[in-house]
């Protein structure tokens, strides 16, 4: 069985921890967002394959939610020390570990050398000995950018700078409508079993996926076969911006707003025990709807949510 999963974020890496160790056997393939990706202090960093990559290694650091576990700032402090002297705290908002920063090396080295961003992934999937592809959703540069009374972000300035914190009028991924999958994407959607939708933001982290030119028709074309995960529980987001950012767009902030993002890609959505009284209304936009425990940090939850989301599209 090949079980390819579009991811963006934690959610997502723990959604494909979850299929990994429930379905072992299967073949698994993770397309991931990289329109949050950015250059900071000179490296490229890729937020959504790192922590995918970290998550399902066992390096991450799950409280925190993003980077490696038994990490130090040392390279922050001493960047610092430089920063608060001249004043240029432009340069030192974006945290980055010191062991964090060897992935960032090696990617900025590999890409410096002209290796696409796809072929630099799998060397490092293969340093961690991790059992599958994990491809970025495309190889050329696209960036998601809102729009907001502060001007115009990158998704890591609105994100991490201003802590999610400010209004979002508009999104609009940058160079996205010139990108091409990158190579091995759209078979690996068209060859899918099961394509999941993880519980990622839909606006910001799948929403760059299907903004790749050929993505979206893709997966429409597979829709008997998609499963999306809503990553709204009780009316919010577990984690980050999902549930403002739906509201200051002018969806619904429910299972229902996500359910009508996805009813033309996904022949199913789950949605967590809590919505089950929702079901109709998301049935009524042309979706079987599954409810299930969907929060993974509960004991036991993430083997019966992958189990659930397998066994709603087989």
């Not at 991490?160 to 091409?180: I, K, L, N, W, Y």
Request: aromatic letters at 4%; proline letters at 5%; charged letters at 20%.
């Amino acid at each position: 069985m090949r079980i390819t999963t579009l991811c963006g974020g934690v959610g997502a890496a723990r959604m494909l921890r979850a299929l990994l160790t429930e379905f072992p056997d299967a073949e698994h393939v993770a397309i991931v967002n990289t329109a949050d990706d950015d250059v900071i202090g000179g490296l490229s960093i890729s937020p959504d394959i790192d922590t995918v990559m970290y998550t399902l290694a066992g390096a991450n650091d799950d409280e925190r939610g993003w980077g490696l576990a038994g990490e130090s700032w040392q390279a922050m402090e001493w960047l610092r020390r430089y920063t608060n002297s001249s004043g240029r705290h432009d340069l030192s908002w974006f945290n980055l570990g010191d062991r964090d920063l060897g992935t960032h090396l090696y990617r900025t080295s590999r890409l410096a050398e002209g290796a696409p961003l796809s072929e630099v992934t799998a060397e490092m999937v293969a340093a961690w000995g991790l059992p599958l592809l994990l491809l970025p959703v495309t190889d050329d540069p696209i960036a998601t950018v809102l729009r907001t009374d502060r001007g115009d972000l990158a998704f890591q300035e609105y994100f991490v700078r201003e802590q999610h914190a400010v209004e979002v009028t508009g999104v609009r991924v940058e160079g996205a409508d010139s990108a091409d999958p990158a190579p091995g994407v759209l078979n690996a959607i068209e060859t899918a079993d099961v394509v999941v939708v993880a519980p990622s933001n839909p606006i910001v982290s799948i929403g760059p996926l299907l903004a790749v030119p050929g993505i979206r028709s893709a997966v429409a074309a597979r829709r008997s076969a998609v499963v999306a995960v809503s990553p709204i529980i009780g009316g919010k987001a577990l984690k980050g911006p999902a549930d403002r950012l739906l509201s200051e767009l002018g969806h619904e902030t429910s299972a229902v707003g996500v359910a009508s993002i996805y009813a033309d890609l996904a022949g199913t959505l789950v949605i967590d025990e809590i919505d089950t009284p929702l079901i109709h209304q998301v049935e009524a936009l042309g979706l079987r709807c599954v409810a299930t425990p969907t929060i993974m940090s509960q004991p036991g939850v993430s083997a019966s949510l992958a189990r659930a989301v397998i066994e709603a599209a087989l």
